[in-house]
């Protein structure tokens, strides 16, 4: 009797030390989806602190929420540096890869970027930041001049997310500058049927109509 009596009080404590993991996993990612970003920071930095470094789970879901408030914050090198922190325990957490790779983007690092949004892809060609990925994609094929693969990419992109109003408008200008200029006109037009005040959809279409 006594060995049950004080095995469910070690079984009560073993539940309530989850629950306050959980819950306090949970804090980070509501922290950040309430733009509150430096709290989030602060919470995942003492999370990463005491979750050992066997927990891979529970430190890539800190990485991730950690990565993700850094790129709000505008602190895209913080969110590198943490990116490849978390790359080096876990090589293949997409959501890991794709901070990196946004994170590169800002930097202005254009291959290494590229690179891992196509690591990305072949990870987790499904994954919910999927049109996202192809998005940051086309703009980087725009600085690189490749307007036929930015066109593809846009356009995929597109295919997650028909309904973004200034992904149509830089599909217009990477068919522009291809000199597809009726899908062009095409696109600048959808966008500003989603957005009638978008003026980069605007400009767009009175150049190539000029």
């Known amino acids: 009797m006594r060995y049950s009596h004080w095995g469910a009080i070690a079984l009560c404590i073993i539940g309530l030390v989850r629950s306050l993991h959980g819950q306090q996993k949970q804090d980070a990612l509501v922290l950040y989806r309430e733009g509150r970003y430096a709290e ?12 050992g470094v066997d927990d891979f789970r529970s430190r890539m879901d800190a990485y991730s929420v950690l990565g993700w408030s850094y790129i709000r914050m505008g602190e895209y ?9 978390a790359r080096n325990e876990v090589r293949g ?27 990305y892809v072949s990870l987790n060609s499904t994954g919910n930041r999927i ?26 992109a597109l295919y997650y997310s028909p309904q973004v109003a200034r992904w149509w ?38 150049r190539i109509q000029g």
Not at 97 to 113: H, M, T
Not at 187 to 196: D, F, H, I, M, V
Request: with cysteine; hydrophobic share 45%; glycine share 4%.
């Open 77 to 85: 090198q913080n969110a590198l540096n943490y990116a490849r922190e």
């Open 131 to 156: 049109d996202v990925v192809y998005y940051f994609m086309g703009e980087l094929f725009l600085r690189l001049a490749e307007f036929s693969r930015a066109d593809i990419a846009f356009s995929t």
């Open 40 to 51: 989030a920071v602060e919470t995942c930095l003492r999370e990463l602190e005491q979750y």
């Open 169 to 206: 408008a830089r599909l217009g200008y990477a068919k522009e500058q291809n000199l597809d200029i009726e899908g062009a006109a095409q696109a600048y037009t959808r966008a500003l049927e989603l957005l009638p005040s978008l003026e980069e959809a605007k400009v767009g279409l009175e």
């Open 93 to 119: 957490d997409p959501r890991i890869v794709e901070i990196e790779a946004e994170a590169l983007f800002y930097l202005g690092r254009n291959l290494e970027s590229l690179a891992l949004f196509e690591e």
